[in-house]
């Protein structure tokens, strides 16, 4: 074979660089790099760091704040936190009776159900929760899916006691579930809802709310109980004669007020009180209107009379046996999940915004430990509700001071001001709740990510078709199911690259990136992107040795020889992070390949692990030997070519 | 803020280095990306490669030649390889016609499938494979689960018909598994069957096959019909009334012989034909001694009369419809990958030693369609076995011909000497079965596995004790089940790590490998170790703080000030393959974070699809910078610190 290295440092004399050798790293034990995993994979934010070192009664301290961080803000409040926090409270208060009645009736649940939800999980959460910002109680996509799941089962007009009952153990079993995973530290199983998957979901969710409200904004009495987009449709068109034009007015002028305000406060954010205050006012207007002119005599529907008095003990309405179990299992699981997502997300978007921390898994226990006290006391799942949130925080809350507030609200209102209620039409219940859910429906993040990623745009498609046509609970599941499809296909094909040396400096690129990077004769340098593994082993060596043939077959045609000019394949590992047992087989695969073509293989920068595997795995395999392992592209290159172009002289 | 990067080349005018660009890879529309992808995913062999640039005619050889294999190297065959070929067929032959009627017993379908199933499929092999080496007929696993599946809920010895149409449909459906798998190039289905998930398997496998055999090795004629460790062994020991003395002394000799036989023909590559010939042997010995001795009538069963002639055809056999279909194609799936899965490993290994080519997707095509065939010919599933295989490439297979031989044999065998195997005893057939088995557990892979990676050596622990305690199929389930869980917890929680420079170099490696790396005052550069998406934002986000803050309180500690030296923070992505719409927010969040602390960020060599995505994303939001994104750590580091030193001179 002839030389054929000549654009590099041409003369023997010249090579003076020095080859670093690449060495395998210190060595660990078993148990030691399984407890640095471990670490890794269940205390990455290392939660037990601000305990070391400190005396044994600081430590008591700590440890009481880091369970309840009331704690931690209670003994240095201050007048002027209050004074925001009041402010905030009362906004988020005058949100949160309309919404909660609202979205209990979406739950198929008796409205007060909502109020109780409102005033015991927000003092729970105020006492545990470590978010500033987040306002708790029921929310909408939470109340559709427990609704629409037990709905299935039981009917909550036949047999409303049973469908309370089923709602309420949902609620423990959603708790005991948040709380568990945050227990476990498996918050990361929420990480597998993309940002793509949730958007798709919320807004197929969104609608899905919405065409259930077109049963209330237009008076129709017999209406189907299904969810999807069409059943709905059906019912609506099948049913014309029953749509009563009085409630179709009504619910028109303030839907068009309430998405008018909300218009106003999304322009002007320091006019939050708009459409803070928006939906209490219609229900108050309204409520005035139905009583003035005796309009539940005229085809308005009203809410009908409210008991009065706080949350009653609820904890002998649970179910822990019987055929139902299965089915409040996994209702529980959904809307646990379901509702653990939002409240972490808006959590970490608040808490990001102000530069504060909020501790995943702990959050994860007390939204846990809220929905199971909340089951107990009346409540349905709650959560942290991304709409009351973002007021609360523009409102100005300063701490989970704001959830007392809006709690003792609310604790007003079950009190003393529930007969009031009895004349609030159901129609401005459904304008509230559609205004609500609009919020959901997020275009421009939409668009975003059709131009960022076109097949994350297709995972969003899948959620929001799937959510309006199949089901809220389906159309989740496949989102999921391509996501994770998407990453094991990823893992399976993983990607290659041809390197080529940047003109005048010691930098090896993709040269299908930088077209400027230049091949070096007789060498083919490929870059392995990912970790080797079972998945992609089978895949790598027949792709590398596709690179190998395609290039050897382009540089005879172009040297216009029978036999290219290749001598060296060297084989970049700096992205292969991890290897296992199959894994490790490729290289001795390869070199037997290359050896067969009259190659030789040459592997660059392997890391740690890979560096450890591969040496234990060599004994006696001669892959590693010295001259075939470099610590950069640039030492193995010129090394090599120096090997060739020397040996005469040098080595002989 | 005070400059702090002495040990790097310290004065402004010594900094001449060049900072070369970070650019876009060049524009592709979203069609020609999703064209690349797609063929990456599914043609990575390009299969079509040969095709391009030929005349018409020379495309329609190379098609035909493609299909059928045979017409590439029939035209060339000669005496020379019809020498070789004869040899090897009638040394698998010999040790596929009592291998295949024990395999048949193993699946309790009548002995004489099994040699059907080694007459067609061979022939059908011998015109479509690919591979040279490959000896197909029945094998164990598939056998055993086949027969075990199919007796859950048919039993064979009371529904004979009902069994054998059964199997002769799970294999129908097995076949057409395998050719949809080639078909629509999903082989990479079989890749997620890692090595320590097989060898865990088949050690498992050959132990529950090995416990099955008591039956026939002790002569109990009440056995379990149950496949675990405990059943069985219960049903052994419950049963001593039935063992027969003359069965057991009989089935000790013959096992120990054909152990002996194997070892030396381990020992000995070269005397292949000891261990090929032994089956046979003890089959025509043990039945000359039943014969004479007339030990039928003393306690040992024998096989009894087997029908004379060739495959009758079974395509009426097969079962579409009914009650049954479930079973039939759950029992298809799982025997048509398990066996494909063999087949393909077998293949790919002999071509490695040989150094031809095997094409995965075109084997899976021609297997399923062998199997296909053979359901209609009253074969049950067969596949590449891993034993004969060796014997056929030890004893000179040139050809695939040496399958034809085989049939041939068998043919004749089925035609004229079925008579002779009436008096054959049961008890060598179990013998046969220990023996070939036994090759199975491979206890150096294994220790192997267990040296280079102990999570691995996990699952194929998982894999060998879910086959004996639970059952074969849910312990495969489990370990392939560990296996993805492990792939996606490795996506999940991707390795960070700390760079130092390497002294006197530009190259930047983790300080924890190489100890002689050396922290850069002023900067602390990490490398993320993997592809950004959903399922990790959270964590590296989180991750990377942490290591922040740690690195700021270390270096506080160590220089004794109250503030960290800490300016910049430098991210080198050059291992991060892929990013999706998930993971390309957590650069700006990233910034937002540090901007906080007072730190700049920097990014280094993000590569063609993660630089394409931030800028599109990065409209408006300035993370990409000039003075944020380098190609090199070094660039990215002179650069920096020169503008910091500089600042009054140079910018001002």
Redesign the interface.
């Known amino acids: 074979m002839e030389p054929n290295a000549s654009n590099l440092h041409s003369h023997c004399v010249e090579i003076t660089m020095?080859v670093?050798k690449v060495?395998p790293?210190?060595h660990r034990s078993?148990f030691q790099k399984?407890k640095t995993r471990l670490k890794?994979?269940f205390f990455?934010?290392?939660p037990l760091r601000q305990f070391k070192g400190q005396p044994p009664k600081r430590k008591w301290i700590l440890g009481a704040q880091y369970v309840f961080p009331i704690l931690q803000w209670g003994p240095n409040y201050s007048l002027k936190l209050f004074k925001s926090d009041i402010v905030s409270g009362l906004t988020i208060a005058s949100l949160a009776i309309p919404q909660g009645i609202s979205y209990a009736k979406l739950a198929n649940l008796p409205p007060i159900v909502g109020l109780y939800s409102s005033f015991v999980p927000p003092l729970v959460y105020a006492a545990l929760g470590s978010s500033r910002d987040l306002a708790v109680g029921p929310v909408s996509i939470a109340s559709l899916i427990l609704g629409s799941m037990l709905r299935q089962e039981v009917s909550p007009s036949k047999d409303p006691i049973l469908f309370l009952q089923l709602a309420f153990s949902s609620t423990f079993f959603a708790g005991v579930v948040q709380a568990s995973l945050g227990i476990l530290r498996l918050g990361?199983i929420i990480?597998?809802?993309?940002?793509?998957?949730l958007i798709g979901f919320m807004a197929g969710a969104a609608i899905i709310v919405s065409l259930q409200q077109l049963k209330a904004l237009l008076g129709i009495t017999h209406f189907t109980k299904q969810m999807g987009l069409v059943p709905v449709l059906g019912s609506v068109f099948h049913n014309t004669a029953e749509w009563s034009w009085q409630t179709i007015v009504m619910g028109f002028c303030f839907l068009s007020l309430l998405l008018l305000a909300r218009h106003v406060s999304m322009k002007k954010p320091n006019l939050f009180w708009v459409s803070a205050g928006a939906p209490l006012a219609s229900v108050i207007i309204s409520t005035l209107l139905v009583f003035a002119f005796k309009a539940q005599h005229h085809g308005i529907s009203i809410i009908g009379k409210l008991q009065e008095g706080l949350n009653p003990p609820s904890w002998n309405m649970l179910h822990f046996h019987g055929s139902y179990l299965g089915l409040v299992m996994k209702t529980g699981l959904v809307t646990g999940i379901i509702s653990l997502t939002e409240g972490i997300a808006v959590g970490?978007t608040f808490a990001?915004l102000k530069?504060y921390k909020v501790d995943?898994n702990k959050e994860m226990m007390a939204i846990g430990l809220m929905n199971i006290v909340g089951s107990s006391t009346s409540c349905y799942v709650t959560t942290g509700a991304f709409s009351r949130s973002a007021v609360n925080h523009n409102a100005g809350a300063k701490t989970a001071a704001s959830n007392i507030i809006m709690a003792v609200t609310v604790m007003v209102t079950l009190l003393f001001l529930m007969p009031l209620f009895q004349y609030t039409p159901n129609v401005v219940l459904g304008a509230i709740i559609v205004t609500a859910v609009v919020g959901l429906i997020d275009l421009p993040a939409a668009y975003?990510?059709w131009?960022?990623?076109?097949?994350?745009f297709i995972v969003l498609l899948c959620a929001f078709l799937g959510v309006i046509f199949i089901s809220v609970q389906q159309g989740l599941a496949i989102a999921v199911g391509i996501?994770?499809f998407k990453?094991?296909?990823?893992?399976?094909?993983?990607?290659t690259?041809m390197l080529g040396n940047?003109p005048?400096?010691?930098?090896y690129?993709?040269i299908?990136?930088?077209?400027d990077g230049m091949k070096v004769p007789g060498f083919l340098i490929l870059s392995i992107?990912?970790?080797i593994?079972?998945?992609?082993?089978?895949?790598l060596n027949?792709?590398i040795l596709?690179w190998v043939e395609e290039y050897e077959a382009q540089d005879a045609e172009e040297e216009g020889k029978k036999h290219s000019s290749l001598q060296f394949v060297i084989l970049d590992l700096?992205?292969v992070?991890?290897i296992?047992?199959?894994g490790?087989?490729i290289f001795s695969?390869l070199k037997?390949?290359l050896e067969?073509k009259g190659l030789e293989m040459a592997l660059v920068?392997p890391?740690?692990e890979v560096?450890e595997?591969l040496q234990?795995?060599d004994e006696g395999r001669d892959i590693l030997r010295p001259d075939s392992v470099y610590?950069?592209v640039g030492e193995a290159v010129a090394s090599l070519s120096s090997a060739v172009k020397c040996q005469p002289s040098n080595r002989a």
């Open positions: 020095e670093h060495v790293p210190p078993t399984f890794e994979t990455p934010d290392d990361f990480d597998f809802l993309s940002k793509a998957t970490r990001a530069g995943g975003q990510i131009k960022i990623d076109k097949f994350d996501s994770i990453v094991l296909l990823q893992v399976t094909r993983p990607r690259g940047i005048g400096t010691d930098i690129r993709n299908h990136h930088y077209k992107d990912a970790s593994n079972f998945a992609n082993t089978t895949y027949e792709r596709r700096s992205a992070s991890t296992d047992t199959s490790v087989s695969d037997k390949a067969k920068n890391v740690g560096m595997k234990r795995w610590l950069t």
